[in-house]
């Protein structure tokens, strides 16, 4: 059994969790924060996306003790006082979401990269997109919403 | 994933002994390959030691003509390297080519050359700028340390420490990835010091290997046509559903053709990235 302690979204937390245990397993079912997603078992799709002291990981492919003192968000921790992240509001406007099953790994992915690369061309935000798979939007307007995310954080 | 026993080591000297402790064990670095091999249950070690802490295997610096970058150096933190940049711009351009950027945010130099998938990037680089690969007990030149499909000259408890790149005059890398997940269907990295020129092949067989024959016509006059009447040999090359043997020969010469066009354009001094 591995101890561990991790910040999510803001909390302190310690969880006594086998070795074996997968990141994104302690955030939905011992925090029981079930906004990340497991959408593949093989490191591809980027449902499972979040931050890792402020980097995009996919938390299937980090082991519970390898968070260990780590500050992590996820989708549960982007919004602040009842006000949508401008990531996720980007995505509600421009619907650039159909099951929305991809949809918490998408905006952790965007958030992430838009850290980098605050203005990104079409050509960077495919680049900057390719860990994520959406099975349902064709992501053109997945493209329209990181522009106008982009646009409304650079104000 | 089957059970196993996790630990985090916070030297080099741990790290080497917990190895040589348990025969069963294996290193984690990024475990950007590890953790799905083992979630496939295709993996079963005992123990996971895990490097990424150790600052002994951290660490990017330019000193005589030499770039050398730690082991446990991220993917990311290669591609935005500044010395890098300086140094073998083409060498950060690979780094931001692999994978995502999830992969790139936790995936590690010595991780992938360990690893030795046949299909990654840094072993063409390492091999065509005729790297040293630098373990806990020795010293490996490239030419030696890749020995086909998943298979490398590390030995029992041995571990990569750092990777020592002789800077070249110019060097070029370009890759057709596959689709979904980004590794290379083929991919050339070429270099030039002086009058050798070495030619790394990834992708397009059961592992790393240089095209000799390129290498000789290049070295006698550098442009995309010196290649233009030579072949890959298809014989032993990969065959799936991605592509056939031909197919990837093919590929393999147009990436060295794309290559060398870039190269012939470009110092690897310059500032450009070899985009
Ligand atoms: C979705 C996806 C896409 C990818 N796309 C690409 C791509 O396009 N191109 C590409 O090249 N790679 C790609 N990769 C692989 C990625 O680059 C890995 O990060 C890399 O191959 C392994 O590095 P790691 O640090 O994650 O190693 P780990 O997974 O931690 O370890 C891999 C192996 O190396 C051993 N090892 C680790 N460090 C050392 C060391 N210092 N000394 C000795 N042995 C060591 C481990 O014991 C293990 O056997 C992809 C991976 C994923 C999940
Ligand atoms: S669940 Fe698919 S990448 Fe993590
Ligand atoms: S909205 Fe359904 S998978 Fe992306």
């Known amino acids: 059994m591995a101890k561990v302690e991790l910040k999510i979204n803001g909390v302190q937390h310690s969880y006594d969790v086998e070795d074996r245990t997968l990141l994104v397993n302690l955030i939905r079912d011992h925090a029981q924060l079930t906004g990340t997603h497991v959408g593949c078992d093989t490191s591809q799709c980027g449902a499972c996306t979040v931050h890792m002291n402020g980097v995009a990981v996919k938390s299937c492919t980090v082991l519970a003790g390898q968070a260990d003192g780590a500050e992590i968000t996820t989708i549960e921790g982007m919004a602040k006082n009842g006000k949508l992240h401008p990531v996720q509001q980007a995505?509600?406007?421009?619907?650039?979401?159909?099951?929305?099953?991809?949809?918490?790994?998408?905006?952790?992915?965007v958030s992430g990269f838009l850290k980098d690369n605050p203005?990104?061309?079409?050509?960077?935000?495919?680049?900057?997109?390719?860990?994520?798979?959406?099975?349902?939007?064709?992501?053109?307007?997945?493209?329209?919403?990181?522009?106008?995310?982009?646009?409304?954080?650079?104000? | 994933m089957h059970t196993f026993s996790y630990v985090?080591?916070?030297s080099l000297k741990e790290a080497g002994d917990m190895l040589a402790a348990h025969a069963d064990a294996k290193l984690l670095a990024g475990g950007m390959t590890l953790i799905p091999t083992m979630k496939a249950r295709l993996a079963q070690p005992s123990h996971l030691i895990d490097i990424a802490g150790i600052a002994e295997l951290s660490g990017i610096d330019v000193k005589n003509g030499r770039l050398t970058i730690g082991a446990a150096t991220r993917h990311v933190e290669v591609a935005k390297s500044a010395v890098v940049k300086k140094a073998i711009p083409t060498l950060a351009y690979l780094a931001s080519q692999i994978g995502d950027p999830q992969v790139r945010n936790r995936g590690t130099i010595g991780g992938s050359l360990a690893n030795n998938d046949p299909a990654a990037d840094y072993p063409s680089a390492a091999l065509s700028l005729n790297a040293t690969i630098v373990t806990n007990k020795r010293e490996i030149a490239a030419d030696d340390f890749f020995q086909g499909i998943f298979t490398t000259a590390l030995g029992a408890g041995e571990m990569i420490v750092k990777i020592v790149f002789p800077i070249p005059a110019k060097?070029?890398?370009?890759?057709f990835p596959h689709p979904a997940s980004g590794f290379a269907m083929a991919g050339s990295f070429v270099s030039q010091d002086g009058k050798a020129v070495r030619v790394a092949i990834t992708?397009?067989?059961?592992?790393?290997?240089r095209w000799k024959d390129a290498e000789a016509a290049l070295g006698k006059k550098l442009?995309?046509?010196?290649?233009e009447n030579l072949n890959v040999d298809a014989t032993d090359l990969n065959e799936d559903m991605h592509?056939?043997?031909e197919y990837r020969a093919n590929l393999a010469k147009v990436m060295t053709k794309r290559a060398v066009a870039k190269l012939a354009g470009t110092a690897a001094t310059s500032k450009s990235s070899g985009k």
């Not at chain 1, 495919?126 to 798979?133: A, P, Q």
């Not at chain 1, 099975?135 to 646009?151: F, P």
């Not at chain 2, 992708?203 to 290997?209: K, L, N, Q, R, Y």
């Open chain 2, 223 to 227: 442009a995309a046509a010196s290649v």
């Open chain 1, 119 to 155: 203005k990104p061309t079409d050509e960077e935000i495919y680049h900057g997109l390719e860990g994520n798979i959406c099975r349902c939007t064709g992501y053109i307007n997945i493209v329209k919403a990181v522009k106008q995310a982009a646009k409304t954080m650079s104000k």
């Open chain 2, 8 to 10: 985090k080591a916070k």
């Open chain 2, 203 to 209: 992708g397009a067989g059961p592992g790393v290997f």
């Open chain 1, 91 to 109: 995505f509600t406007e421009c619907h650039a979401l159909q099951c929305g099953f991809c949809t918490p790994g998408m905006i952790m992915a």
């Open chain 2, 243 to 245: 592509g056939t043997k």
């Open chain 2, 171 to 175: 060097a070029a890398y370009e890759k």
